[in-house]
Structure formats: structure tokens, C-alpha cells
């Protein structure tokens, strides 16, 4: 069976700063997807990002970026010029190929943003 | 186009009684899934549904716990003689195909269930 894992259960940063959240998956698959989710009070679920694994290329959004390291099975978020919007729970999640919206979450890691 | 609606979004019970979660999809998507989110937690898939078909319920409670996704009408998640620990958060997701990952999932904004 899948997992992720999220070892930052809280992460702060100063406005206009860069944090980098972390996220290790484990996963017998060489097809997959990867995603972070944002989830502000509201509770809503925002995609933020989304990797294809067969890419090489690391996906970008904007101010969002992500290092994807296939063999280390690592893929974390960064998010560049930090606002006060950003402050929300993070979520990884990993989705097999053909049946990417099964999704498996990480536990999450709440970003706060600080003047 | 409306999003992901689900309601109620905050719903009490008491132990014992039944919670009927409803969710209707995008237009356009046929592809249902519901996940629950226990606090401080993480949102574990429960099932996957399409019109009328259950398609993957390996997530889903062996008792008490039910889903429906008729051909006409919302998504329902039902839950009978409700305990405690069924208190989370409920999330549908509904994608227009089976996700393959270049489909995004959307989210609606969840119910909170509250037992008491």
C-alpha cells in the first residue's frame, strides 16, 4: 500500500520569504501522480500543484514550485515571495496512475505567515 | 458552472441516530469519491462511485457505513447508529472521467459531522 509522509506538522515563514514544505511517498508504482493540496479555514481543498512522475521536468505554478526526486521518492513544495493568503494546512497526496482521484494524503503541515 | 456541493455542512447527531451526507457533482462529472478527515488528520479515501455503480469501497467501514450514486440526484454517504468516532469531516470529490491524474478531482467544501 501507498503512504506520505509529511514530517513538518507546523512550518512558519516571514512574508515575501521561501519555505519549502516536505514530503516523502513510498509506492511500488513507476506510474504515478503527485499533488499538493491546500486547505485554508474555509476547509475547501485548493490544488496547488500537481507532478506527473514520468516527467522529469519539475511542475510550476506561479510562486509554487516543486523538487521531485523520483529514486528518493521525495517531493516537496516550495513556495516563493511568501503572502498572507499561503497561511493554510498543507497536503501531499499521491494518486496511482488510472486511478488518480483515489488519492492517499499526507497528515499535513500548517504553514503559518508572519509580517 | 457551480462547483462541488455538499450539504449540509454542519450536521449534529446524537449516538444512535442516522447521518445522511448528500453530494452533487459538476456538471458534466460522473465520477464521485467521498473521503473523511478525522481531526488533525490527513483525508482518508472511503469510496469511489459512479452513476449507479459502486467501483472501489475499500476505504469504507465494514458496518454502519453505506454510498449511493444514483442516476438521477445527488451522492449520498449514509452512516446508521452513528458513535463518537464518526465525528470528521466528509469530503466528496467528483472528476469527469476516472481520474488519470490529468482529470483534477474538485473538491467540495465538506460536511462536519458532530456526534454528541
Known amino acids: 500500500a501507498q503512504t506520505v509522509t509529511q514530517s513538518q506538522p507546523e512550518m512558519s515563514v516571514q512574508e515575501a520569504e521561501t519555505v519549502t514544505l516536505s514530503c516523502t511517498y513510498d509506492t511500488s508504482e513507476s506510474d504515478y501522480y503527485l499533488f499538493w493540496y491546500k486547505q485554508p479555514p474555509s476547509r475547501q481543498m485548493i490544488l496547488v500543484i500537481r507532478q506527473e512522475a514520468y516527467k522529469q521536468q519539475n511542475a510550476t505554478e506561479n510562486r509554487f514550485s516543486v523538487n521531485f526526486q523520483k529514486a528518493a521518492k521525495s517531493f516537496s513544495l516550495k513556495i516563493s515571495d511568501s503572502q498572507l493568503g499561503d497561511a493554510a494546512m498543507y497536503f501531499c497526496a499521491y494518486g496511482a496512475f488510472g486511478t488518480a482521484s483515489k488519492l492517499t494524503f499526507g497528515t499535513g503541515t500548517r504553514l503559518q505567515v508572519t509580517l | 458552472n457551480a462547483g462541488v456541493m455538499q450539504n449540509p455542512r454542519h450536521l449534529v447527531r446524537r449516538r444512535g441516530q442516522e447521518a445522511r451526507l448528500r453530494c452533487s457533482p459538476m456538471k458534466g462529472h460522473s465520477h464521485v469519491y467521498w473521503y473523511r478527515q478525522l481531526p488533525e488528520e490527513g483525508l482518508k479515501f472511503m469510496v469511489y462511485l459512479q452513476k449507479e455503480n459502486i467501483i472501489d469501497e475499500s476505504g469504507m467501514p465494514k458496518e454502519r457505513f453505506s454510498a449511493e450514486f444514483p442516476k438521477e440526484g445527488p451522492s449520498i454517504l449514509r452512516i446508521q447508529q452513528v458513535v463518537r468516532g464518526d465525528s470528521a469531516a466528509y469530503f466528496c470529490?467528483?472528476?469527469?472521467?476516472?481520474?488519470?491524474?490529468?482529470?483534477?478531482?474538485?473538491f467540495g467544501q465538506g460536511t462536519r459531522l458532530t456526534v454528541v
Open positions: 470529490a467528483s472528476s469527469p472521467v476516472a481520474g488519470n491524474g490529468n482529470t483534477e478531482a474538485f
